[in-house]
């Protein structure tokens, strides 16, 4: 098998469906093929602050894309509801670092 796909899996918000994408962002975990991605979990607080796997640093935005631009991110599952995360803006921030994106 060749080299995993680099995956952030982004969930949480600050929209009203932050638990909603958590849940989501589970489900989405649980069913990954973990054979052909490594993935790194991200959670959005209702603050805007990022958590990357199992740090337990918390980011800006900014600092976060540059943290997922140093750890390799090849694509981001947006797992995202509501505002931040259908409303176009996460998607700006990612094409802005160019980090693809599922949506």
Known sequence: MGKKLNLALLMGGPSAEHEVSLASGKEVMRHL???KYQVTPVVISKTGKW???DSIKLYTPTDALKQLQTL???????????KFGEDGILQA???????????
């Open 33 to 35: 093929d973990l054979k």
């Open 72 to 82: 390799g991110i090849h694509v981001a599952f947006i797992a995202l509801h509501g």
């Open 93 to 103: 921030l990612l094409e802005e670092v160019g980090i693809r994106y599922t949506g």
């Open 51 to 53: 958590k990357i796997g």
